[in-house]
């Protein structure tokens, strides 16, 4: 199953950010670490995050290592392996009967109680990713760097390449960035993906497929004052190709019951463009930081999106801090997005039930505790609780009136990270 599409929300950063972070860009938002030269500086990190009732769990271990060849040469490796189990939401509607569903490979069967969400139990899957990067200074004004990575899943595989470029102005109060990344997916779904909107029953499956997509960046830095410093990005990213979800389906069902008659896989758009503006400042107390930032995207799918992002250290001691975060985030649903088809009505040339295509509203609240050790070693735990809340875009049939066609999603994120040097 595809990690990379089925990460919850409550895991993705905000799109300027991640792209900034994949391309490689200094972005001079983050305070430069006092790495010596010729160190390495290891960062690592265990996630763990775990759905209600009974959903997705994962655990995330991660290593950064950093090594600093002077005059600004540095080589950044980071190593990533996620594990995850648990039960995946199908796509279908729940029901006051008992609904019996077939598995990805067509050889096994299970059933959802009355009044469940249906809930895909095989979901399981275990990605390696390992990403290098390299960043030099090209003269005294711009700064240059390379990298790719490689991510290996059960069923999906990708290969990525970046670079970027800066430039210093204005007595390096300003710094001007521009990035562009390449990455090739392969799709190798359980028994080959499904035909559009065939039948879940009659398991009619395709070859498999891959997709291609590029993202772009363009941003700016500047130094307001002595305590505040800003960063605006814009972020275009196209991909063409295959992006359905090859194991999600929509219940087809009778236009006067509600009742399923049917299970159809679903079927996506095979291009998508997205474009994302990004704001982020920091604010300099004077022990504390304050960090706000703010995402707005757009897409072609119809999809658009805000998220704002509040973080307040607080400086505990010379050694130890808190750290509050508060996220706030709401989308609208994508064009072909439904709860469900009926029968007898004409099939659209898209639909997905996919409720991270839906219209949500989204809440993450929770805080870190950061301690610097002897030796130059930090120890730090976060931990978080997401809440998301959706609307049903598709008016009720029948007994479906009676069903939560969107249940409430919350989960746990626990974080722990420990860095040192070598």
């Known amino acids: 199953m595809q990690l990379t599409n089925k990460k919850m929300p409550a895991l993705r950063a905000a799109l300027a950010a991640a792209s900034c972070g994949l391309l490689g860009l200094s972005t001079g938002i983050h305070a430069q670490e006092n790495t010596d030269a010729k160190d390495w500086q290891v960062d690592t ?3 763990y995050y775990k759905e209600n009732n009974g959903r997705v769990q994962a655990a995330e271990p991660i290593v950064n290592l950093k090594k600093d060849y002077g005059d600004e040469r ?26 019996t569903f077939t598995g990805p490979s067509g050889n096994k069967q299970y059933t959802t109680a009355p009044n469940n969400q249906p809930l895909d139990s095989e979901f399981k899957d275990t990605r390696a990713a390992v990403h290098v990067n390299w960043e030099q200074p090209l003269n005294e004004e ?52 499904p ?27 500047q130094v307001i004052n002595r305590k ?14 295959y992006h359905t979800d090859p194991y999600k389906v929509l219940s087809l069902v009778d236009g006067t019951t509600g009742f399923a008659q049917d299970y159809l896989f679903e079927n996506r758009p095979d291009s998508r463009t997205r474009h994302s503006l990004f704001w982020q400042t920091k604010y300099h107390l004077t022990q504390d930081v304050v960090d706000v930032s703010y995402r707005y995207m757009t897409d072609d799918w119809s999809i658009n999106s805000h998220t704002l992002d509040v973080r307040y250290r607080y400086q505990l001691n010379d050694s130890s801090y808190l750290e509050p975060h508060l996220r706030f985030y709401t989308q609208t649903a994508a064009d072909f997005y439904q709860n469900f088809l009926v029968q007898g009505q004409a099939l659209p040339q898209f639909a997905s039930a996919d409720s991270r295509l839906g219209e949500f509203d989204a809440t993450t609240f929770g805080i870190k505790y950061g301690k610097t050790l002897a030796n130059d070693r930090e120890f730090s735990v976060r931990v978080e609780q997401y809440n998301q809340a959706g609307n049903a875009k598709t008016a009720a049939i029948g007994q479906l009136k009676t069903q939560t066609l969107v249940p409430d999603l919350n989960a746990l994120v626990v974080q722990f990270g420990y860095s040192f040097k070598f």
């Open 45 to 47: 990190a265990v996630l």
């Open 142 to 193: 711009y700064k240059a760097s390379v990298g790719g990575g490689i991510s290996s899943e059960y069923d999906f595989k990708s290969l990525s390449l970046n670079g970027a470029i800066s430039k210093d102005i204005n007595n390096k109060n300003t710094t001007l960035s521009a990035g562009l990344n390449l990455e090739l997916d392969t799709l190798n779904s359980v028994g080959g993906k």
């Open 74 to 99: 540095v080589l950044n490796l980071k190593l990533t392996l996620d594990s995850l189990t648990g039960a995946s939401p199908n796509g279908a509607t729940s029901s006051s009967q008992a609904q």
């Open 195 to 221: 035909k559009p909107f065939s039948s879940m029953a009659n398991n009619i499956k395709e070859g498999d497929d891959n997709k291609t997509v590029i993202d772009a960046l363009l941003g700016i830095t």
């Open 228 to 241: 505040t410093i800003m960063q605006w990005n814009y972020s275009l990213s196209t991909s063409s190709g």
